[in-house]
Structure formats: structure tokens, C-alpha cells
């Protein structure tokens, strides 16, 4: 069975700095894995999506990295602003169905 | 694009009601559909994976006699929370893909918070 865990659970860091979110996956077979944000009592927004066979995807600010065989993926997020507070979730795909499991989330607050 | 809409957004109703929830895909056509509960704190756990025209599948622990899924439609899917009780509340999102299976993203509605008096 799929586990995802996320590292750390919360992070307040200063306006401007650079952070990394750490996400590890227990069965490396996976189809590809997507980082969500989810501001308090919303759904979810998506933010980068690697297929397996991808190392890394960037949108704007923000950096993703697989290494699949390890089962990790980081989340780069450069320059962080306040706007960036909310939690962090990634989630990968396993098997047939298209079916995400999610990990734990990291809540990030960026202060002014 | 790949709007979803959910609604409703908040919901509070006494026990033993049955509450209906929406989940429609506005700008696409959703072949496949997922309900996922929120716990506060937690993440999301899957409850069930509906295909349009055929009956949903649902995870492990999930009783498909308290949630009932219709996926009637391509751009609509519902969750009825059946005889629902305190312990049945929680955040419920839904999720559209256009495709069964494969690498397609899944867009997710804003969910729904269902308090249960």
C-alpha cells in the first residue's frame, strides 16, 4: 500500500526566503506525482504536475523535483511571499484508476 | 479551463438528515469522478472513484449504503450522505478528470462542509 509522508508537518520562515518542502513515497512505481496548495477551508489548486519519467517541473517561482527511484520529491519555493501561506500537499499516482494518494502536508506561513 | 463546481460550499443540518452534494465539471467533460474526505489537520483520504454510467467503486471502510454515488452524467457526479450523524462531519471534496486511467491532472472543486447537528 501507497504512504506518502511529508517533512516538515509546519514551517514559518521570513518574506523573502527560499524554502524546500520534502515529500517521500513508499512504492517508487508510480505514473506521476503532483504538488497541490489548500488555503484554510478551500479545495485545492494544483501546482505542478512530473510524469515519471520526468526529474522536474517548474512553474514561476515554484520547483519540483522527482527522483523516483529514492521516492522523493521537493518543492522549491524562491523568494517566498505572505501570499504563499496555506499547506502544501503532494500526492502520486499508483497503479491503474488515476487514483492520488495524498501525504500529510506541510503548513507553511511566510511572515511580513 | 478545467473548471469544477461543487455546491453546496457549507452545509449544517440536524442528524438523521440526508444531504446532497454537487459536484459538476464546468468546461469539460468529466469521464471519471472522486470523492475525498477531510478530517481537520489531516489530508485527503479517497472514499470512492465514480465512472459516468456505472456504479462507483469505493475504498476500504468507506460503506457504499451511507455514501451514495451517481455519476449520471458526464459533467455531474453526486454524493448523498445518507441518515447522516455528528461523526459524518467533515470537509468533502470532489475531483474531475478527463480520462479513467493514466497521467491525467484531476481539478478539484472547493469543497463542502457538512456539520452535523
Known amino acids: 500500500k501507497q504512504e506518502v509522508t511529508q517533512i516538515p508537518a509546519a514551517l514559518s520562515v521570513p518574506e523573502g526566503e527560499n524554502l524546500v518542502l520534502n515529500c517521500s513515497f513508499t512504492?517508487?512505481?508510480?505514473?506521476?506525482l503532483q504538488w497541490f496548495r489548500q488555503d484554510p477551508g478551500k479545495g485545492l489548486t494544483s501546482l505542478l504536475l512530473i510524469q515519471s519519467s520526468q526529474r522536474e517541473q517548474t512553474s514561476g517561482r515554484l520547483n519540483a523535483s522527482l527522483d523516483k527511484s529514492s521516492g522523493r520529491s521537493t518543492l522549491y519555493i524562491a523568494a517566498s511571499q505572505p501570499g504563499d501561506s496555506a499547506t502544501y500537499l503532494c500526492a502520486v499516482v499508483t497503479g491503474g484508476g488515476n487514483k492520488l494518494t495524498f501525504g500529510t502536508g506541510t503548513q507553511l506561513k511566510v511572515e511580513l | 479551463g478545467a473548471v469544477v463546481s461543487q455546491h453546496p460550499s457549507w452545509v449544517i443540518c440536524k442528524s438523521g438528515t440526508s444531504v446532497k452534494i454537487e459536484c459538476r465539471s464546468l468546461d469539460f467533460q468529466a469521464t471519471t469522478m472522486f470523492w475525498y474526505r477531510q478530517f481537520p489537520k489531516q489530508s485527503l483520504m479517497l472514499m470512492a472513484t465514480s465512472n459516468e454510467g456505472s456504479k462507483a467503486t469505493y475504498e476500504q471502510g468507506v460503506e457504499k449504503d451511507k455514501f451514495l454515488i451517481n455519476h449520471a452524467s458526464l459533467t455531474l457526479s453526486t454524493l448523498t450522505v445518507t441518515s447522516a450523524h455528528p461523526e459524518d462531519s467533515s470537509f468533502y471534496i470532489c475531483?474531475?478528470?478527463?480520462?479513467?486511467?493514466?497521467?491525467?491532472?484531476?481539478?478539484f472543486g472547493d469543497g463542502t462542509r457538512l456539520s452535523i447537528l
Open positions: 475531483s474531475a478528470s478527463d480520462a479513467g486511467t493514466g497521467n491525467q491532472p484531476q481539478h
Open positions: 512504492d517508487s512505481a508510480i505514473y506521476n
